[in-house]
């Protein structure tokens, strides 16, 4: 079946419309057999969920569809390690990174062992004068503590030099990571990656976390059989931990399938019922007064714990996401949340520079490099992302200083970033470098910019890898206003939580009037939008005053017009207020 191509259609952004297809005949089945809507039978067709996975697919279950921990390599040998060395009582360490599923990981593992009665030291490099992944010298202070196991989460893989010099000192170190690896990997007593080239799971598309949710699962799971709890200890309720899971995998982008998508779906459980003492800080501080979303994890509490490492405040996230006392709680989400105000006037300012530097000649090529001198290390990151999500290509952002540049890039679907720049890496362009498919850390030379780029462009020639460019978009069906309510709503997120690689629906609303249109905040529009002048629905778009976007809103009041865009409800003082948030508008579709 071909899908609906509005060619003679007038989108006043001039993007194209496009339906999805599905399969009517099994939409139809599947609406009888689950006692669906229609429209929800239609949105699982086009996800081609298979109809043997719908029933799980609706309510799922840890106890069905967790993996078991041990099809991991090494995963069992660190279990077996970890209970020896609690019973030996051995001093234990957590090296992790400074993102967000970095505090998420080490904040998940130092809880456990705290409810284990346990306690452990971590270390959480700064980005500016350690930069990113284990060093000895942080290594050297945890040997001068006596230490007797090292964890790495989120970084560790490629940290061959710093794991020797761990082992030389009788150190044990266990790898928990989701990075891409060489072919060789460092001498640790155990690397539990899902990226592994001879892991077999098919688990790589996890975040840290959630490796390290798995690896807590697999130790709870052997202390419980070693009798660990019978008498003394009560067994923690892991459950607990999976607010932070959800947070770090929405945050490292990860795909929301599969497992990802079920640590996600409890972790907003959890939050419903109480978060960590500091998770709730931030809420507070965020000023998020309805229920916990994917987008509130994303673009709300990530950002602020994001801040503390981009402005040199890397411990601050965990911190917080571990700290017991909720008074010292909110002192940490208030610095984290003036750092993020911090963070985002430094942004914007190196946004507009970075954009105003790229010449047409860069912007055609398959991989976008921006450069400047001493840019704020902590935000380019940021400007990679936002970049790309401009021009719809995979980009790279260095910040040069005294000949040495510092990169982040960020990539899109079908463009592994992390494998391009391990290449680069063993050719002797980057000094030092890694990441996974859709985001990548490097440094090399300035003088070697420029060849980086044409050894990837190359890379990507070769390898006759199409850029995954599509402006058009695509609708999973066409609504009347009507259909805007909280009911239709709650069916939706039936299929949630949304993420990568389960986004939200989108749909075509025809022949609705704009009846008044108000601005509200910095640059964001309200409107009213009915079919019947005395119905109205409220119609958000964001951060569209001035665009093209906003200008036809503008331009249509009054008139009939058609919209594209997403479901949502806005809940506040018990009410729940339906809306559609805009994100094209166009003429009457008949």
């Known amino acids: 079946m071909q899908a609906n191509i509005f060619q003679d259609f007038n989108s006043y952004t001039d993007s194209k419309w496009q339906v999805k297809t599905f399969d009517e005949r099994q939409a139809e089945l599947i609406s009888q057999k689950f006692e669906v809507s229609n429209l929800i039978a239609k949105l699982f067709s086009i996800r081609n969920i298979s109809i043997d996975d719908i029933a799980s697919y609706l309510n799922p279950t840890l106890k069905d569809n967790m993996p078991d921990p041990n099809i991991l390599m090494d995963m069992e040998k660190a279990c077996e390690r970890i209970l020896v060395a609690l019973k030996n009582n051995e001093k234990i360490a957590i090296f992790g990174d400074y993102d967000v599923d970095g505090s998420t990981s080490t904040s998940c593992l130092i809880k456990y062992f705290n409810l284990l009665g346990v306690e452990v030291v971590y270390h959480i490099p700064d980005r500016f004068t350690e930069g990113y992944g284990p060093n000895k010298e942080a290594f050297q202070k945890f040997i001068d503590q006596n230490i007797n196991i090292i964890f790495t989460l989120d970084c560790g893989t490629l940290a061959y030099n710093e794991i020797k010099f761990a082992k030389d000192n009788n150190i044990d170190v266990i790898v928990i990571d989701h990075h891409q690896p060489e072919i060789n990997l460092p001498e640790a007593y155990a690397m539990i990656n899902p990226n592994r080239l001879d892991d077999t799971t098919n688990l790589g598309y996890l975040a840290a976390v959630g490796v390290t949710f798995m690896f807590i699962v697999g130790l709870n799971r052997k202390l419980r059989e070693s009798k660990w709890f019978d008498n003394i200890l009560k067994e923690p309720n892991i459950i607990s931990l999976l607010d932070m899971v959800s947070l770090g995998t929405i945050c490292d982008v990860v795909p929301l399938v599969g497992i990802n998508r079920l ?57 917080l ?3 017991e006392d909720e008074a010292k709680a909110a002192d940490i989400a208030t610095e984290l949340d003036n750092f993020n105000k911090e963070r985002q006037t430094i942004e914007a ?92 850390g490097l440094t090399l030379d300035e003088d070697k910019i420029l060849l980086l780029q044409d050894f990837i462009e190359d890379r990507l020639d070769s390898n006759s890898i199409a850029l995954d460019i599509d402006d058009t978009n695509h609708a999973d069906s066409i609504i009347n206003i009507t259909a805007v309510n909280s009911e239709l709503y ?82 506040w003082g018990g009410r729940r207020i339906p809306q559609f948030h805009i994100e094209d508008i166009g003429a009457e579709i008949k």
């Open 263 to 319: 640590l996600v779906q409890k972790g907003l459980e959890v939050f419903s019922k109480k978060p960590n003492i500091g998770l709730t800080a931030l809420i507070d501080k965020a000023n998020i007064n309805n229920k916990i979303s994917t987008y509130d994890l994303g673009f709300k509490l990530g950002p602020r714990i994001n801040a503390g490492g981009r402005l040199g405040k890397s411990k601050h996230g965990t911190e």
């Open 321 to 323: 996401l571990t700290c």
């Open 349 to 440: 300012h190196i946004l507009k520079t970075a954009i105003d530097s790229l010449t047409s000649e860069q912007i055609d090529k398959k991989i976008i490099f921006a450069y400047g001198q001493d840019w704020h290390e902590g935000v380019i990151g940021i400007i990679a992302s936002r970049i790309k999500q401009k021009f719809k290509k995979p980009c790279i952002v260095f910040s040069a200083k005294n000949g040495i540049a510092k990169g982040s890039g960020r990539s899109i679907k079908g463009i592994d970033l992390g494998n391009l720049i391990i290449a680069a890496t063993q050719k002797g362009i980057v000094t030092q470098g890694g990441g996974h498919a859709m985001a990548a």
């Open 490 to 571: 709650d069916d939706i997120n039936k299929l949630g939580p949304f993420g990568s690689n389960n986004e939200e629906p989108n749909f075509i609303i025809k022949s609705t009037k704009i009846t008044f249109i108000k601005e509200f905040g910095d640059n964001h529009i309200r409107c009213g939008l009915s079919s019947d002048i005395d119905k109205n629905v409220e119609g958000i778009t964001f951060r569209s005053k001035n665009t093209p976007l906003g200008d036809a809103i503008m331009n249509n009041k009054g008139k009939l017009v058609s919209l594209y865009g997403k479901i949502k409800v806005n809940e």
